[in-house]
């Protein structure tokens, strides 16, 4: 009979390995598999109204219900052709995204236009609740983008993480230079989809 005594811990891994495996092998396994556990495949769709291009919606799904998700939102009028679909992403349970725009797109919001960082949406994904959001967006300069057919912008979707960086330190040229890291939060951008706004035609 083996009895293992675990005291004051969360969970425990056990691995089996062959004899050749060292311990330190062993341990960073077990860190990679730790660390993989919480991380889901999604994709971002964005997808604007059929009947009125300015509606619009963001949900963030999990790979394996995209296209059900996909199905579900043509079938509430919603055209997937616009926007799109994001590629494959590799995002953890609870992460928090942030969604921005780019170009000559903004959120209309209050019959004005909000398009600053400071206001920018905040979604967290999760692969067992529903995280989606329907907004109304509007072109910011009606006098821009004049070579094309429709007014263009992005909707963005950045999110954090957690960096290592490396700082020297020459307190004395005689003396070998202190090198200290720290860890960090970064932004980064995770992708960005196409927004299409039609020009109003007006004839005398």
Known sequence: MIVYVVPFLTRFLVLRTSP???SAVAEHMGELITASLPSRLAHIIVCQHSSDPSRCVVQCSP????ERHQRNLQEEGFDSSTGGL???LDLREGQELTVRFRGNVGV???DRVDHTSTQAKKMAFN????ARWDFEVCVLDSFAQKSLECFRGF???YSSRTVTRTKT????NNRKPLILTEEVEEEYLLCELLLN???VRLHP
């Not at 790979?63 to 995209?66: C, D």
């Not at 330190?169 to 004395?172: A, F, I, Y």
């Open 197 to 199: 706004l039609p020009k």
């Open 127 to 130: 692969s067992h609740i529903k």
């Open 155 to 157: 909707c963005q979707f």
């Open 20 to 22: 050749r495996c060292t």
């Open 86 to 88: 994001s590629p494959e």
């Open 63 to 66: 790979a394996h219900r995209t």
């Open 108 to 110: 209309a919001t209050n």
């Open 169 to 172: 330190l020459q307190e004395d």
